[in-house]
């Protein structure tokens, strides 16, 4: 069963960016997204992208913002998020999509079946 570990997560102003990372165990890829979760508010979809990283995913309130990417000789997916705003406070969590729908018909919580253990990202002044 893959595992996986998020990094990355930290303090950052409103216009900085942060660089999140999601590590996974094994040689299998699967497609993957980052959600993220706000207290008092249901864990929320931010991005997704397919096995060879050719194709992705946003959420409208982070697009032209956050990249997602892949290196599958790494096994390892980044979530890359510039001109952070206070609303992007979340911790921050990896998944991989386990729906048998195809990838991009959804990217709801329950599309994603292994995540990992979540990373806070905190946009302050």
């Known amino acids: 069963q893959v595992q996986l570990v998020e990094s990355g997560g930290g303090l950052v102003e409103p216009g900085g960016s942060l660089r999140l990372s999601c590590a996974a165990s094994?040689?299998?890829?699967?497609?993957m997204g980052w959600f993220r979760q706000s207290p008092g508010k249901e864990r929320d979809f931010v991005a997704a992208?397919?096995?060879?990283?050719?194709?992705?995913i946003y959420a409208d309130s982070v697009k032209g913002r956050f990249t997602i990417s892949r290196d599958n000789a790494k096994n390892t997916m980044y979530l890359q998020m510039n001109t952070l705003k206070p609303e992007d406070t979340a911790v921050y969590y990896c998944?991989?999509?386990?729906?048998?729908?195809?990838?991009?018909?959804?990217?709801?919580?329950?599309?994603?079946?292994?995540w990992g253990q979540g990373t806070q990202v905190t946009v302050s002044s």
């Open positions: 998944a991989v999509r386990t729906a048998l729908t195809a990838w991009g018909t959804t990217n709801s919580q329950s599309d994603y079946g292994i």
């Open positions: 094994g040689r299998r890829v699967y497609p």
């Open positions: 992208v397919n096995l060879s990283g050719s194709s992705t």
